[in-house]
């Protein structure tokens, strides 16, 4: 799979806010948070469900991986999606594993596995 989600039984604001300080504790910080619900409908369209994206980086590990492979650039920052679907609230991302696999890298590939491996470790102390 591409992705890597959980559901919790915090709302939104609960979420965000356990995900930040687990993040902190591996040295990530959130960059951004993009509010797609809110961007939407400031445009005039519809769109009910709470969306929001956060960009999240460790600079010590992005400056690692662009070493190695100037292109990894292009999946810089990782993002961490919190989100409401049917009134549950999930944390989730795509896997950095899965998007590493386009560049031909072992040494990108067994970065991408540490950053992926410590990324789920905080979502999963955030639910």
Same mark, same amino acid.
């Given at each position: 799979? *591409?992705?890597?989600? #959980?559901?919790?039984?915090?709302?939104?604001?609960?979420?965000?806010?356990?995900?930040? @300080?687990?993040? !902190?504790?591996?040295? *990530?910080?959130?960059?951004?948070? *993009?509010?797609? /619900? %809110?961007?939407?409908?400031?445009?005039?369209?519809? *769109?009910?469900?709470?969306?929001? $994206?956060?960009?999240?980086?460790?600079?010590?590990?992005?400056? !690692? #991986?662009?070493?190695?492979?100037?292109?990894?650039?292009?999946?810089?920052?990782?993002?961490?999606? $919190?989100?409401?679907?049917?009134? !549950?609230?999930? @944390?989730?991302?795509?896997?950095?594993?899965?998007? &590493?696999?386009?560049?031909?890298?072992?040494? $990108?590939? !067994?970065?991408?596995?540490?950053? %992926?491996?410590?990324?789920?470790?905080?979502?999963? /102390?955030? &639910?």
């Amino acid at each position: 799979m *591409f992705d890597y989600t #959980v559901a919790t039984n915090k709302n939104i604001k609960e979420a965000i806010s356990s995900l930040e @300080i687990n993040l !902190k504790e591996e040295k *990530f910080g959130v960059l951004w948070m *993009f509010d797609i /619900k %809110e961007k939407l409908q400031e445009k005039g369209l519809e *769109f009910d469900s709470d969306y929001l $994206v956060l960009e999240v980086c460790n600079p010590h590990e992005a400056q !690692k #991986v662009l070493k190695e492979n100037l292109l990894v650039g292009y999946f810089l920052p990782c993002k961490i999606v $919190v989100y409401n679907d049917n009134g !549950k609230t999930n @944390i989730g991302m795509p896997r950095p594993t899965a998007l &590493i696999n386009l560049v031909n890298n072992e040494e $990108v590939k !067994k970065l991408a596995r540490d950053i %992926e491996e410590r990324l789920m470790i905080c979502i999963n /102390k955030s &639910i």
